[in-house]
């Protein structure tokens, strides 16, 4: 019977077959990971591209916030000071927060409170609990702006501020639009 002792020389050709084995695997898993990150970015891109209509051969699920919402704004110098009018044209399945319903304007301008054409309806919301919407097809938003010491401002910058949403399950995000507008000297 004879009884093999390793040599030096296979010990060491061991250890290098074992440092490769070690090194593929660390290569293959390496690039498993990579290739299912990669994967599911991409699928993550087709479900947006998916919702809001990217591809042309696919049928969207959900418009574009400006498709959803075609909101307009006017106004009107009137003797108590300048009346600010948002008109919201909203497309059935979808609703607007009467509550996000914002402005935002510099030191020395105010609002009054807003009045609304339509009456809003209530809703449980995910994200806020029992708030009142519109879902009417057409809603204006009033408002009289009016400045402190009561003399006129030219091209006042105002930011309107509001958010809806599609009945379908998509919140658009807090959408704000900039416009300037000339507030009409208050008469006494």
Not at 7 to 36: C, G, P, Y
Not at 45 to 70: I, R, T, Y
Not at 78 to 106: C, N, W
Not at 116 to 143: E, L, W, Y
Request: charged residues 15%.
């Amino acid at each position: 019977m004879s009884i093999k002792i390793p040599t030096l020389q296979s010990v060491a050709i061991n250890k290098r077959a074992t440092k490769f084995h070690v090194l593929a695997f660390t290569v293959a898993i390496t690039s498993l990971m990579t290739a299912l990150s990669m994967t599911s970015i991409s699928a993550q891109a087709a479900g947006l591209n998916d919702l809001f209509n990217s591809s042309s051969a696919s049928q969207s699920k959900f418009l574009p916030v400006d498709e959803a919402f075609q909101v307009t704004s006017s106004t009107k110098a009137i003797s108590k000071g300048t009346r600010l009018s948002i008109t919201f044209d909203i497309t059935p399945g979808h609703y607007v927060y009467k509550e996000q319903l914002a402005l935002s304007f510099p030191k020395g301008i105010n609002a009054t409170p807003f009045t609304f054409n339509q009456t809003p309806v209530s809703i449980d919301d995910p994200t806020f609990g029992k708030v009142p919407v519109f879902t009417q097809r057409s809603v204006v938003a009033t408002t009289m702006l009016t400045t402190n010491n009561g003399k006129g401002a030219k091209n006042a910058p105002i930011i309107i501020g509001w958010q809806g949403c599609a009945k379908a399950g998509l919140c658009y995000p807090p959408e704000k639009i900039k416009t300037k507008v000339n507030i009409a000297a208050t008469r006494r």
